[in-house]
């Protein structure tokens, strides 16, 4: 299982952009997946979550009504729209994947807001 992340870069304060991550070699559906970052010095956290079936969300405090999850539950995908992005946003994304027990992670794209 391999998931692939795309769609970072720098960005000014206020801009957008839109994370994807992509699953290769799976042959199931995941039960939810997700993205998490983790920035310099500080923990990984969670940042959107979504599942499959009921394509239930959750947001970090900090990101709601700025970002977007979404997912295409046939090609075992998410996206992440980022808007109204600030410096603090900056951070490397991990894409996040699980199936019931097992979890999956992405190699992470960075995200770099300037002031």
């Known amino acids: 299982v391999q998931l692939v992340e795309s769609g970072g870069g720098l960005v000014q304060a206020g801009g957008s952009l839109r994370l994807s991550c992509a699953a290769s070699?799976?042959?199931?559906?995941?039960?939810?997946m997700g993205w998490y970052r983790q920035a310099p010095g500080k923990q990984r956290e969670l940042v959107a979550g979504?599942?499959?079936?009921?394509?239930?969300?959750n947001y970090a405090d900090s990101v709601k009504g700025r970002f977007t999850i979404s997912r295409d539950n046939a090609e075992n995908a998410i996206y992440l729209q980022m808007n109204s992005l600030k410096p603090e946003d900056t951070a490397v994304y991990y894409c996040n994947a699980q199936y019931y027990s097992d979890t999956y992670w992405g190699q992470g794209t960075v995200v770099t807001v300037s002031s």
């Open positions: 979504i599942t499959r079936i009921s394509g239930r969300t």
């Open positions: 070699g799976v042959t199931f559906r995941f039960n939810r």
